[in-house]
């Protein structure tokens, strides 16, 4: 069963030929942005030549995945007040990237998470380790997208049948690694830009028709969900429908929680962004930007969830085969009809395919220039080309690993997978930033600790949470193997990152503290960053 026979009134072929549209202009806009993609600064940071307000639109668009449009409406469709507590934890979490991190990652590394760390310590364990740490977070956030992407643009399309599923899958790959062969970072910015451009102009377009339905009238709107969701209705305005069940559910919030306002400054797509503007002043005005767009996208969210409750009902939501994915969706077939199905449909695929492809660059740019360039040849790279020549074969064998991992993957449970990555992110990565960025104690020892450490603790306690096994909606069915209570492990992995960096660093009598001082001087100010100015 699919979309397109679950609701009457759907036209995948309209959808199809606003997809093909989407494509070969973003296409068009990659090839023209690939002539000026010569060296390693231009592949991975475009040259460092977008402004803060351009770089800012590309965060949101790189930021509001599917998840966001999608999952967030639905959310709030079907459990109102809890399912919002995302929006929240979504936004709240770039005030950690604007205060502690943005303008000093800008100004102390060059164009991955690797160089920030491995400043002022031993070079190749730490890049490594980085590598490990960002290959990770960007191949579990790839299958989430990949997987829910291929289900979603199935359902959207009326695709049936294993392999058609798998087909749209490969073809979502496919055009992520043209993307990232052909344009490098300039053409995957431009496509973010497109992307959020449209995301947001649907988003407002179907919020004042929402809006235009109830005349302005906000509570209105709510009384309507209220009336629509039955028994349960009036829950949704209230706090706990879904996390207030029980002790557990309500510290799983909290671990959830954490894990998301303390990912976002830790994910490697996201940081790598702030290299492709001129200076650090142009990097803080760029998250402002990024937190203004996504502010007022959250907002919209808001509107459409209660508004798919009120004008679709959480009946026909839940019966639909996407769930609660398929909430933007129907309400945009209920306000519109086809064409703007079709054209919500489109802008839910260009979501996909701008966020796979910034996932894509930055787990190449990581093997490329900390692996091979820093690890294997120890800095003496043969020419400038020859690095950007690794960086494309990485970006074809991920995008190979994920087009296979999204096809295993797509009848899974992939939330687990997004609160994974955020994790690990959190867990392996914002320790060891932080800590590189403001001890001056800090060393490799307690790095190494910190990001390994991390790392496997935040895997060993998913696989053994109800996510994977023993959960309401677990992985592996039929099976249970779980001893860890919550389905998000960041309430214990992240403190336990951050005791292992410390007790790693006490444990060593290493210590550079002339390395530390250039580094503060550095990162405040700026001098002798690529492309550095006075301002």
């Known amino acids: ?9 759907s036209n995948p072929t309209l959808n199809i030929i606003i997809f093909a549209v989407f494509v070969a202009i973003t296409l068009v806009i990659v090839f023209r942005a690939s002539r000026n993609s010569k060296t390693a600064s231009d592949y991975y940071a475009a040259g460092r030549s977008f402004t803060g307000p351009q770089n800012g639109i590309a965060i949101s668009g790189d930021y ?35 205060l502690l991190v943005a303008e000093l990652l800008r100004n102390t590394g060059k164009f991955t998470l690797g160089d920030v760390v491995a400043f002022r310590m031993r070079q190749r364990p730490i ?67 497109i992307k959020a451009v449209l995301l947001i102009l649907g988003a407002l377009a179907m919020t004042i028709w929402v809006l235009v339905k109830f005349g302005f009238n906000f509570s209105g709107l709510l009384q309507g969900a209220v009336d629509r969701g039955g ?34 400054a830790g994910l490697p797509h996201v940081l790598m962004r702030f290299y492709t503007v001129p200076t650090a002043k142009e990097a803080r005005r760029s998250v402002v930007w990024a937190i203004v767009l996504i502010g007022v996208f959250y907002l919209f969210t808001l509107v459409l969830g209660y508004g798919a409750g009120a004008l679709v009902g959480p009946q026909t939501i839940n019966s639909a085969p996407g ?6 969706p129907l309400l945009a077939l209920e306000l519109g009809g086809p064409v703007l199905l079709g054209f919500i449909s489109a802008v839910a695929f260009a979501t996909i395919l701008a966020v796979v492809a910034g996932l894509t660059i930055t787990a190449s740019a990581s093997f490329a220039h900390d692996v091979y360039a820093n690890v294997i040849k120890k800095g003496q790279v043969d020419s400038k080309q020859a690095e950007v020549r690794v960086a494309r074969i990485t970006a074809l064998v991920i995008g190979a690993l994920a087009i296979v991992g999204g096809i295993l993957a797509k009848n899974q449970n992939v939330a687990f997978l997004v609160a994974l990555a955020f994790a690990v992110a959190a867990s392996a990565n914002l320790p060891t930033l932080l ?21 496997v603790i935040t895997i060993v306690l998913i ?45 060593s009598k290493e210590h550079n503290a002339q390395k530390y001082a250039e580094m503060e001087v550095r990162s405040l100010t700026g001098a002798h960053a690529e492309k550095a100015t006075t301002h």
Do not use: C
Not at 64 to 80: C, K, P, Q, Y
Not at 323 to 328: D, Q
Not at 466 to 490: R, T
């Open 435 to 455: 800590y590189s960025l403001f001890w001056k104690r800090f060393n490799t020892q307690g790095a190494l600790w910190s990001m390994y450490g991390g790392l």
């Open 463 to 507: 696989v053994f949470s109800p996510a994977v096994s023993g959960g309401s909606k677990p992985m592996i069915k039929g099976v249970d193997f779980h001893w860890f209570p919550l389905e998000n492990p960041g309430l214990v992995s992240i403190p336990a990152s951050f005791l292992l960096g410390w007790l790693g660093t006490i444990l």
């Open 127 to 193: 890049r490594a380790a980085a590598a490990v740490s960002t290959l990770a977070v960007s191949f579990f956030y790839l299958l989430a997208q990949m997987a829910g992407a291929g289900g979603l643009v199935n359902l959207l399309l009326g695709i049936t049948g294993e392999w058609g599923q798998n087909a749209v899958i490969a073809v979502v790959g496919v055009l992520m690694i043209l993307y990232v062969l052909i344009g490098g970072m300039k053409g995957t910015t431009w496509v973010q830009i």
């Open 231 to 264: 028994q349960t209705g009036a829950a949704l305005l209230d706090p706990g429908k879904q996390y207030g069940k029980s002790g557990t559910s309500k510290l799983d919030f909290l671990s959830l929680g954490i894990a998301l306002v303390l990912g976002t």
């Open 1 to 9: 069963m699919n979309l397109a026979q679950g609701v009457e009134g």
């Open 323 to 328: 769930g609660t994915n398929s909430a933007a």
């Open 64 to 98: 509001l995945s599917a998840a966001s449009f999608l999952g967030i409406a639905g959310a709030i469709a079907l459990n109102g007040y809890d399912g919002f507590l995302y929006s929240i934890g979504f936004l709240v979490a770039w005030l950690v990237a604007l």
